[in-house]
């Protein structure tokens, strides 16, 4: 079975660009939940989505948006780019809201110029 | 608000037991979690405790107290692949997010010969 897919890997964008990231939770599960973590850091929970409705956003600018296809996949975007948003952008796939865990996907590694 | 410490770095040798610690305060408690993180890679779930004491994994144990809102994992006959960064997360918050993982900024695990 494959794990939780995310694409890119990698990225490097221009300061005032826009990014779109995506994210393919495991078979199954139907929450998907995306966090930032710039090093040296944990992760910080960006947003929340289960059965394609948004559950759940934290401390983030309106920069910050995310979406949940009927498939399940997700999409982040963040637009106007800033240096600070250069991090490593995670997805967890849970079967529900987390009640069972989370699985983390590799992540994107987002680098802004 | 919402907090959780956890030493930054930490040193052990191949063999040896190891306790990483984690205190939290947190306007919610629904779990607690403990991730390995490799150097960019994915968090790997390691353990969870939603009940007060000790739950054992093979070569990792963890435990919780939650009146003392502390939490730690014990790694026994440490490994050199054991050398990576440990995450404590708590389940919680408050409003919409009831289902974010917070995260401390994570302990740096160096295991040497």
């Known amino acids: 079975d494959a794990g939780v897919t995310q694409s890119p890997t990698h990225l490097i964008k221009t300061r005032g660009q826009h990014v779109t990231l995506r994210c393919s939770p495991i078979?199954?599960?139907?929450?998907v939940s995306w966090y930032q973590q710039v090093l040296g850091q944990g992760p910080q929970f960006i947003f929340q989505?289960?059965?394609?409705?948004?559950?759940g956003r934290g401390n983030f600018p309106d920069r910050f948006s995310a979406r949940q296809f009927p498939n399940y996949s997700s999409e982040l975007n963040v637009n106007a780019l800033l240096l600070g948003d250069s991090a490593l952008y995670l997805c967890?796939?849970?079967?529900?809201?987390?009640?069972?865990?989370?699985?983390f996907g590799s992540g994107t590694r987002l680098t802004v110029v | 608000g919402q907090n959780i410490d956890q030493p930054t770095e930490m040193t052990a040798t191949e063999g040896a037991i190891v306790q990483i610690n984690c205190t939290y305060q947190?306007?919610?408690?629904?779990?607690l979690f403990w991730y390995q993180q490799h150097a960019g890679e994915a968090p790997t779930f390691l353990s969870y405790?939603?009940?007060?004491g000790l739950e054992e994994k093979g070569r990792f144990s963890s435990f919780l107290s939650r009146s003392k809102g502390y939490s730690y994992l014990l790694l026994k006959e440490l490994q050199m692949k054991d050398s990576a960064s440990y995450l404590c997360?708590?389940?919680?918050?408050?409003?919409?997010?009831?289902?974010?993982?917070?995260f401390g900024t994570g302990t740096l695990l160096a295991v040497q010969p």
């Open positions: 997360a708590v389940r919680g918050g408050y409003g919409g997010a009831t289902n974010k993982l917070i």
């Open positions: 405790n939603v009940l007060d």
């Open positions: 989505y289960y059965e394609k409705e948004e559950r």
């Open positions: 967890a796939s849970s079967l529900d809201r987390g009640t069972f865990g989370y699985t």
């Open positions: 947190t306007s919610g408690f629904n779990g």
């Open positions: 078979s199954g599960h139907k929450s």
